[in-house]
């Protein structure tokens, strides 16, 4: 079945440092999606990105979707220590009126002040 | 606006014991509703998903299943619980069309089974 890989698992970063999560699907995508998990919390609803070769940004948050749609990758400017959390992908194949998710396997950002 | 409200938000039960985790979305109509299970440290796990009233697609066999009896009720239950069942339960809806796809999750119940 469809699988979603996210690197690294966990990265450790000083206060003002980048970030760069990566995430790679077994499958072409319609759309992918990024979520941020909260420690404790519920994932919440970044962005989504839907054309080949798309960029969006959110502040100190730039997102990519790869030209082949299978790959993604979100990148944190000058991390901040309310940037800390799990950030997850999630791609949709097929369309349909599922819109089901297949989540990636997340990125555990901890920023050190 | 919507809503989407889960509970309880902790629960602790004996293994063989039933399950009823209750989610229900407010402010919509006909949204698509899911479960999915996070195991401690890890990615997200989708269980069932469902597109309308009686409608459940489960994704992966195991202990439980999900109904949905109301547009904006979905509910997932277990008949005897297992170890392996304990979890972070997520409930979520989205809209199909409308541009912005994306889910909206409810705040979740960490069940620990004993």
């Known amino acids: 079945g469809q699988q979603v890989m996210q690197i690294p698992q966990y990265q450790h970063v000083q206060e003002g440092e980048d970030f760069t999560t990566y995430c790679n699907s077994s499958?072409?995508?319609?759309?992918i999606q990024w979520y941020k998990q909260r420690p404790g919390g519920h994932p919440v609803f970044l962005i989504q990105?839907?054309?080949?070769?798309e960029v969006k940004k959110q502040k100190r948050l730039t997102f990519q979707f790869g030209e082949a749609k299978k790959n993604s990758s979100l990148h944190i400017t000058a991390t901040q220590t309310t940037d800390v959390g799990t950030y997850f992908c999630?791609?949709?194949?097929?369309?349909?009126?599922?819109?089901?998710?297949?989540f990636g396997t997340g990125t555990l950002l901890a920023v050190q002040p | 606006s919507q809503t989407i409200h889960q509970w309880p938000a902790t629960l602790v039960q004996p293994v063989g014991s039933p399950l009823s985790l209750e989610c229900t979305v407010e402010?919509?109509?006909?949204?698509?509703l899911y479960w999915y299970r996070q195991a401690a440290g890890r990615g997200l796990q989708l269980l069932f998903y469902?597109?309308?009233?009686?409608?459940i697609s489960s994704e992966v066999p195991q202990n439980l299943s999900a109904s949905r009896p109301q547009d904006r009720q979905f509910i997932l239950s277990s008949k005897k619980l297992l170890l392996s069942d304990s979890g972070f339960y997520l409930c979520?809806?989205?809209?199909?069309?409308?541009?912005?796809?994306?889910?909206?999750f409810g705040s979740g119940t960490r069940l620990t089974v004993v």
């Open positions: 990105l839907v054309k080949s070769g």
């Open positions: 402010g919509t109509s006909n949204p698509n």
């Open positions: 499958t072409t995508l319609s759309n």
């Open positions: 999630a791609g949709a194949s097929g369309g349909g009126a599922t819109n089901k998710l297949i």
């Open positions: 979520a809806w989205s809209r199909l069309r409308g541009g912005n796809y994306g889910y909206t």
């Open positions: 469902s597109v309308g009233i009686g409608q």
